[in-house]
C-alpha cells in the first residue's frame, strides 16, 4: 500500500515522461505545485521502494515497478472519471478533481469490478485511453487542432489537459467530443482559427484553446 502523497509523486512523473525521458526536480515541483527543496526527501524514499531512478542534478525516471503503479493509478482515475459522467451524470468538465480523491482507493476486486459493469470502457470521457489491468491500453495518433490544414474535417478526440477553465470554455464554445471540425481560416494576426462544427455552425478559437483540442481524422 502507497499513501497519497507517494502516488500523486509517481502519477505526476509518469505524466512529465511522456514529453521528456528524465524529469528534472523543478518540473515535478511546478507540476505538483510544491517547493523543488521539499522533493528530495520523497524521491529517496520512492527510489527506496523501488519505484524510480533518481540521480541528483541529472532527474528522475520511473522504474518498471514505478511505472506499474502509475499505470494502476491512471486506470482508477479514468474509470472513476467514465464512471462519474456515464453511470450518475456529471459533466466531463466537473470530474477531474473527484477522480483524483477516488483515484487512491487501493482495492484491486473492487477497480476490477468497476471495469466489469462499465463494460470494460477503452477511453475516458476526455478521450484518454483507459489501461486494462495488465498496463495495457489502445493506442492513440492525435494532433492538435492547431496543425489541422484548412479545409481538413477531423473529429475531435481528446484534450490535451484537464482543467477546469480548459473544461469550462469547451462548455461555453458548446464544443464536445465526437464532433466534427473543419478549419476555415487560420489568422495570420494571432493564429486564432475560425472553424466549422459539425457543418453547422462557425465559431472562432483562440490559438491557446485550439492547440488543447486534439483531434483524429
Given at each position: 500500500?502507497?499513501?497519497?502523497?507517494?502516488?500523486?509523486?509517481?502519477?505526476?512523473?509518469?505524466?512529465?515522461?511522456?514529453?521528456?525521458?528524465?524529469?528534472?526536480?523543478?518540473?515535478?515541483?511546478?507540476?505538483?505545485n510544491?517547493?523543488?527543496?521539499?522533493?528530495?526527501?520523497?524521491?529517496?524514499?520512492?527510489?527506496t521502494?523501488?519505484?524510480?531512478?533518481?540521480?541528483?542534478?541529472?532527474?528522475?525516471r520511473?522504474?518498471?515497478?514505478?511505472?506499474?503503479?502509475?499505470?494502476?493509478?491512471?486506470?482508477?482515475?479514468?474509470?472513476?472519471?467514465?464512471?462519474?459522467?456515464?453511470?450518475?451524470?456529471?459533466?466531463?468538465?466537473e470530474?477531474?478533481?473527484?477522480?483524483?480523491?477516488?483515484?487512491?482507493?487501493q482495492?484491486?476486486?473492487?477497480?476490477?469490478?468497476?471495469?466489469?459493469?462499465?463494460?470494460?470502457?477503452?477511453?475516458?470521457?476526455?478521450?484518454?485511453?483507459?489501461?486494462?489491468?495488465?498496463?495495457?491500453?489502445?493506442?492513440?495518433?492525435?494532433?492538435?487542432?492547431?496543425?489541422?490544414?484548412?479545409?481538413?474535417?477531423?473529429?475531435?478526440?481528446?484534450?490535451?489537459?484537464q482543467?477546469?477553465?480548459?473544461?469550462?470554455?469547451?462548455?461555453?464554445?458548446?464544443?464536445?467530443?465526437?464532433?466534427?471540425?473543419?478549419?476555415?481560416?487560420?489568422?495570420?494576426?494571432?493564429?486564432?482559427?475560425?472553424?466549422?462544427?459539425?457543418?453547422?455552425?462557425?465559431?472562432?478559437?483562440?490559438y491557446?484553446?485550439?492547440?488543447?483540442?486534439?483531434?483524429?481524422?
Amino acid at each position: 500500500m502507497y499513501s497519497v502523497a507517494e502516488e500523486n509523486y509517481i502519477k505526476g512523473i509518469y505524466h512529465l515522461q511522456q514529453k521528456a525521458k528524465t524529469v528534472s526536480t523543478n518540473a515535478l515541483a511546478a507540476h505538483l505545485n510544491t517547493k523543488p527543496a521539499s522533493i528530495t526527501d520523497m524521491l529517496k524514499r520512492l527510489q527506496t521502494k523501488k519505484l524510480l531512478d533518481y540521480e541528483p542534478y541529472y532527474g528522475v525516471r520511473l522504474s518498471s515497478s514505478g511505472n506499474k503503479l502509475a499505470l494502476s493509478i491512471v486506470r482508477r482515475h479514468r474509470l472513476w472519471e467514465y464512471f462519474l459522467v456515464n453511470t450518475i451524470g456529471f459533466g466531463w468538465e466537473e470530474v477531474h478533481e473527484i477522480a483524483e480523491q477516488l483515484e487512491h482507493v487501493q482495492h484491486p476486486a473492487l477497480i476490477e469490478k468497476l471495469d466489469v459493469f462499465l463494460g470494460r470502457p477503452a477511453f475516458d470521457p476526455h478521450g484518454d485511453p483507459i489501461p486494462d489491468m495488465d498496463g495495457k491500453m489502445a493506442l492513440v495518433d492525435y494532433e492538435s487542432l492547431t496543425e489541422v490544414k484548412p479545409g481538413k474535417e477531423v473529429l475531435f478526440a481528446a484534450v490535451d489537459m484537464q482543467t477546469a477553465d480548459l473544461m469550462n470554455m469547451l462548455q461555453y464554445k458548446n464544443l464536445k467530443l465526437g464532433d466534427r471540425l473543419m478549419v476555415e481560416e487560420r489568422f495570420d494576426f494571432d493564429q486564432s482559427l475560425e472553424v466549422l462544427v459539425n457543418k453547422k455552425k462557425k465559431i472562432t478559437l483562440s490559438y491557446k484553446l485550439g492547440r488543447m483540442i486534439l483531434v483524429k481524422k
